[in-house]
């Protein structure tokens, strides 16, 4: 399935086709535009979570613009997913740390950064351990898939708007219970699947 930020990517990215632009490149701005947002948040003062706003849409964005790039440029390979996964590991989870450094001037104090941490380690292993789930089901499927043209990334958009609105703190609670839940769950799954393919291996003679 297509999704819709994937079909908008698709017609800006085109015209980059053979100018020496690859995939990576647009990888690496999407990394520094994320360490940008990191940055920003990290500051906590409105100005500052007023423009991580918009630097975050930029990395979501161009998290579809690299991979559409490769599709079109027929440009793909095995390091180049490797280095977009790793920056969408990284980057994904840099905004709530910086959310929760962002933060401890509020009335949560220091406790923010321990949320922050917590919902980026949480993050960090669901991402990572969705990756397996996927690579054990197969090329090309997901861990966990979207509906009507939207994938689960795209709720990621939803940060920017919550970060404008002042609604952070929310933000990094709902974060981190979530990121807990789904940590467990894809843990739990990623371990049945382990179950079932050695159950359903062939018992060694003794």
């Known amino acids: ?46 100005t500052s979570t007023w423009w991580a706003g918009w630097t975050w849409l930029l990395t979501v964005f161009l998290d579809y613009a690299d991979g559409e790039l490769a599709r079109v440029g027929n440009m793909a390979s095995p390091a180049g997913h490797a280095y977009d996964y790793a920056v969408d590991v990284t980057v994904n989870s840099l905004f709530f740390l910086g959310v929760g450094v962002g933060l401890r001037h509020s009335s949560l104090g220091w406790w923010s950064v321990g949320l922050g941490v917590l919902a980026s380690v949480s993050i960090l292993l669901a991402s990572l ?65 382990r179950c079932a393919v050695e159950g359903s291996s062939p018992t060694k003679a003794r």
């Open 1 to 46: 399935m297509i999704s819709w930020s994937s079909r908008l990517a698709r017609p800006l990215v085109r015209p980059l086709v053979g100018t020496g632009i690859t995939p990576n490149h647009v990888t690496t701005v999407r990394l520094l535009a994320g360490l940008g947002t990191f940055v920003l948040l990290a500051q906590g003062d409105a």
């Open 129 to 193: 351990w969705s990756e397996a789930i996927a690579q054990r089901q197969g090329e090309g499927t997901k861990a966990f898939t979207g509906r009507f043209g939207f994938n689960f990334d795209d709720l990621l958009y939803l940060l920017a708007p919550l970060a404008w609105l002042d609604w952070l703190r929310p933000t990094l609670f709902a974060a981190t219970c979530s990121g807990v839940c789904l940590m467990l769950l894809t843990r739990r799954r990623l371990s049945q699947m």
